[in-house]
């Protein structure tokens, strides 16, 4: 193919993509556009037509997606609809509005279920809610059909609405589909899934694997099943495919565990119990105390099992805990990640080089969209926030991520270049700001690092992996503006298309 003056770039990695989820936003009816409950109602009544009476009807969740920031407030009545809203449009099917998952914003969650819904449910006025659940109510105390969800893991819909429809096997292999379309549309060649794909999702991989449907490459690892005094067993047991290098070859490899530091007990009770199915999550939500997690860590070390634990408010008890099993077991070698590295001073930057770990970060989250919020709990601490170019100065291997809100690597780039808040527009601690040069490297060769792939890939060079991403314009020149929501124009995998944009 002529390039006629089109840049070339190494494939991108999403090193914390949970790209399994993106394309399950697309099953259901968007209520995106939806302005007011008439809007809602519209909608749902267009579900009705097309479907036999006692037939379900979930929606994705009210308000603009990636972050349903302003959700009720976008309704012109500025309230969420109610049962009786949602009754008026569908008195004979179960009408279930999803609630969103609580990364995508923070709680509280809001979800609604009309009459029917709740009939299937068996929610009524006597029923009692988990813990961090609502059920509203009006002056009669019957439920209004509004769930309200405090917990930043969501339990609704594996404990009271456990009756409305589950993503099914069969949809999660045609979101995976769809997903890989949207990375790879993108410029993404590879993902890296540190914080744990649970045995459902890790299923459909490898069904999707053996179709010869995995067109990009994944690196994943395990979300534990286990509570945490069946570790022992459990560890030993998941060596003997997940130790070292994991198993796999180049298009899908499993290595490592996730380890939880930390967690709230009574949701990890109830998404355990749960198990296969894991909703929105794709992993298994754990908790476990100091000690646990500490012993956990000592065993995988010992056995040879890569470790990633989430950092993003527990660091220095995490670097406490890998610093005591150095010691005794040096873990430089098994590429040890911390996920989510928020807030780290130059103190802890020192540690982590000297124990050889690794980091991904997540700059559109913590960066762009929620910056000013972050950066005022921190205030004169403000440029340990996501260091950048820290992490560079350091030589510590880090990779940026999207974690899926949204499936876009561009942002996170500009988040990482500019530190510039969404609301605001405030530039956050400036002089962590990486250069574009920088932040590309940390999308190619800090993701081939994650991922256990830098002998091949992460450059152009000869001899190494044709992953590469074809763009009409130039990342380190371009107006930043024109990057935060461009696509590629051919994106391969090992010499592969696996996305050509129309002429």
Aim: with cysteine.
């Amino acid at each position: 193919m002529e390039l006629n003056g089109w840049t070339v770039v190494p494939g991108l990695v999403d090193t914390h993509a949970h790209m399994d989820r993106e394309g399950l936003k697309y099953l259901s009816p968007s209520l995106a556009r939806c302005r007011s409950i008439a809007d809602v109602q519209a909608l749902i009544r267009a579900q009705v037509a097309r479907r036999p009476p006692g037939e379900w009807i979930v929606t994705m969740p009210l308000g603009a997606p990636p972050f349903y920031l302003d959700q009720a407030g976008s309704l012109r009545e500025e309230r969420w609809p109610t049962r009786a809203d949602l009754d008026a449009a569908a008195p004979r099917h179960p009408v279930y509005i999803r609630g969103i998952w609580g990364y995508w914003n923070r709680p509280p969650v809001y979800s609604v279920a009309n009459s029917a819904a709740l009939a299937r449910a068996g929610v009524d006025r006597h029923t009692v809610a988990p813990s961090g659940v609502e059920i509203l109510k009006d002056a009669s105390g019957e439920p209004t059909g509004v769930f309200v969800e405090h917990n930043l893991i969501q339990v609704l819909e594996f404990t009271l609405m456990r009756a409305a429809p589950r993503f099914t096997p069969e949809q999660r292999l045609r979101a995976l589909r769809d997903s890989q379309r949207r990375y790879a549309s993108r410029g993404v060649t590879a993902i890296y899934e540190g914080h744990g794909i649970a045995p459902e999702v890790l299923g459909v991989y490898r069904e999707s694997h053996a179709r010869g449907e995995l067109r990009l490459r994944c690196t994943l690892t395990l979300s534990p099943t286990w509570h945490a005094e069946e570790a022992p067993r459990a560890l030993a047991d998941v060596t003997a495919w997940a130790g070292g290098r994991g198993l796999g070859d180049d298009r899908l490899r499993v290595a490592g565990l996730c380890l939880a530091f930390g967690g709230d007990p009574e949701v990890a009770r109830i998404l355990h119990e749960s198990q296969p199915y894991t909703g929105w999550a794709g992993f298994v939500e754990s908790a476990n105390t100091p000690a646990q997690y500490a012993e956990q860590a000592r065993l995988a070390a010992r056995l040879g099992l890569r470790v990633n634990t989430l950092v993003t408010r527990c660091l220095p008890e995490v670097l406490d805990a890998w610093e005591v099993v150095a010691a005794k077991t040096p873990i430089r070698d098994l590429r040890w990640t911390l996920v989510h590295l928020h807030v780290a001073t130059p103190a802890q930057l020192a540690r982590i080089k000297r124990l050889g770990a690794m980091a991904t970060t997540n700059p559109i989250s913590y960066l762009w969209r929620s910056g000013a919020t972050e950066a005022a709990k921190l205030g004169d601490q403000v440029n340990d926030m996501i260091p950048h170019a820290s992490l560079a100065r350091h030589r510590i291997p880090f990779g940026l991520a999207t974690d899926n809100k949204p499936a876009n690597p561009w942002l996170a780039f500009a988040a990482a270049v500019e530190r510039r808040d969404m609301a605001s527009g405030k530039v956050l601690g400036a002089r962590e700001r990486l250069s574009r040069r920088q932040a590309l490297r940390a999308l190619t060769v800090g993701g081939a690092w994650l991922t256990g792939s830098e002998g091949d890939r992460g450059v152009l060079v000869p001899g190494y992996a044709a992953d590469l991403a074809v763009l009409d314009r130039d990342p380190l020149s371009a107006p930043i503006d024109e990057l935060t929501d461009f696509t590629a124009r051919l994106t391969m995998v090992g010499g592969e298309i696996v996305h050509e944009a129309d002429a």
